[in-house]
């Protein structure tokens, strides 16, 4: 059994921080379930070109508010606290935060714990781990 809690893993080395996000990753690959759980915070005013073109995410709005642009068909969907969306056609998408939003993600293939993305929005397969 894992039991990990959310507030000391954003005092150690799972929180990871890049430019408009943070994310403390609280499932890795190494804890070897087939998927990886984090808490990711989009700051206010964000806008993040992202395209998992390596991996599927699920998303639950916790808390905030914006909007996630399909770039393929151009619609713009909403998110408030209550809304999901799966990324389950390695979807390119454009990410809006109206005001800061707290977002609960499911990975498959997990994540290794250092992602941050690429020039092209996505995240490499595999990258250096983070220890428990």
């Known amino acids: 059994m894992l039991v990990r809690n959310l507030q000391d893993a954003t005092q150690s080395e799972r929180r990871v921080v890049s430019e408009g ?13 087939g998927f990886s759980f984090n808490i990711t915070t989009i700051y206010k005013d964000a806008e993040l070109h992202l395209h998992y073109k390596n991996h599927y995410e699920a998303v639950y709005c916790i808390r905030g508010e914006g909007s996630i642009e399909d770039i393929k068909s151009g619609k713009i969907h909403p998110i408030q606290a209550g809304t999901l969306y799966v990324l389950d056609q390695h979807d390119q998408h454009i990410l809006r935060a109206k005001e800061e939003m707290i977002m609960a993600c499911v990975f ?7 992602e941050v993305h690429g ?13 428990d």
């Open 21 to 33: 996000w943070e994310s403390t990753r609280l499932l890795l690959a190494n804890d070897k379930v």
């Open 108 to 114: 498959n293939p997990p994540l290794h714990g250092k």
């Open 119 to 131: 020039p092209d929005g996505a995240y490499a397969l595999e990258a250096e781990s983070v220890a």
